[in-house]
Nanobody, 123 residues
Framework: QVQLVESGGGLVQTGGSLRLSCAASGSFFSINAMAWYRQAPEKQRELVARVTSGGSANYPDSVKGRFTISRDNAKNAVYLQMNSLKPEDTAVYYC?????????????????WGQGTQVTVSS
């Protein structure tokens, strides 16, 4: 199985910055895509940033230019640098990883979620 440990959430004022970290451990052949999602109260979970195994990143317009996702393949870690934070960025942020793992002789893809970390931006 795969364990994801997140850190870095907290309370920050509008315009401030936070850096989220997520480290994966466990048994897997490789890590494919890594991503961050968020879920605000009474809203659906939404993608914040995604990075492929090759390092290509994509963002929704709501965070483009303010958030940067990066990964350290040697540490099986993914990071989210969040700058110019706004009150509407307040949410629980979840780490997501897609791993490949052998099931018998077949290499299968599995998705895993972190436990979530609270980010609160005060106005």
């Amino acid at each position: 199985q795969v364990q994801l440990v997140e850190s870095g959430g907290g309370l920050v004022q509008t315009g401030g910055s936070l850096r989220l970290s997520c480290a994966a451990s466990g048994s897997f052949f490789s890590i494919n895509a890594m991503a961050w999602y968020r879920q605000a109260p009474e809203k659906q979970r939404e993608l914040v940033a995604r990075v492929t195994s090759g390092g290509s990143a994509n963002y929704p317009d709501s965070v483009k230019g303010r958030f940067t996702i990066s990964r350290d393949n040697a540490k099986n870690a993914v990071y989210l640098q969040m700058n110019s934070l706004k009150p509407e960025d307040t949410a629980v942020y979840y780490c997501y990883v897609e791993v490949s793992r052998y099931s018998g002789s077949v290499l299968r893809v599995y998705n895993h979620w972190g436990q979530g970390t609270q980010v609160t931006v005060s106005s």
